[in-house]
């Protein structure tokens, strides 16, 4: 294998792309008006992409809302991005918690209704 990243459909990719860039850091990396892959500063080889819902090169079958996944995003503070989703306005499904395995983890919505979870070691874990 040479490369693997994960594409989330989005109905408006730039305002998708400008979501993750300011809840988590990232930058654009390749930007057009129908996909834009994001990478992330301080990690090598990672790339997300946002590919638009409805371009031809997305089959209709698979169009729709997404659904049966959990994004997940390791961070050093899960409070601090909680407050950042605060301030976007973004749809938070649960407020960070602690978990049984070491972890504080909050779960909210991107534009486009991925579900996100955004998780912190905990002290004990570092």
Do not use: K
């Not at 008006?33 to 089959?59: A, C, K, N, S």
């Not at 503070?77 to 407050?83: A, E, F, H, I, N």
């Amino acid at each position: 294998m040479q490369r693997a990243f994960v594409n989330v459909l989005s109905a408006s990719v730039t305002a998708t792309a400008t979501f993750y860039e300011e809840l988590l850091g990232m930058s654009r990396h390749f930007d057009s008006d129908w996909f834009i892959i994001l990478t992330h500063p301080g990690i090598d080889g990672l790339e997300y992409g946002i590919l638009q819902r409805d371009h031809p090169i997305v089959p209709p079958a698979v169009q729709g809302a997404p659904a049966g996944m959990i994004m997940t995003f390791v961070v050093a503070d899960c409070g601090s991005v909680y407050r950042r989703a605060q301030s976007m306005n973004a749809e938070i499904i649960a407020a960070p918690t602690d978990m049984p395995y070491g972890q504080r983890r909050m779960l909210l919505r991107d534009p486009d209704g991925t579900v996100l979870d955004i998780s912190a070691p905990t002290a004990a874990m570092r």
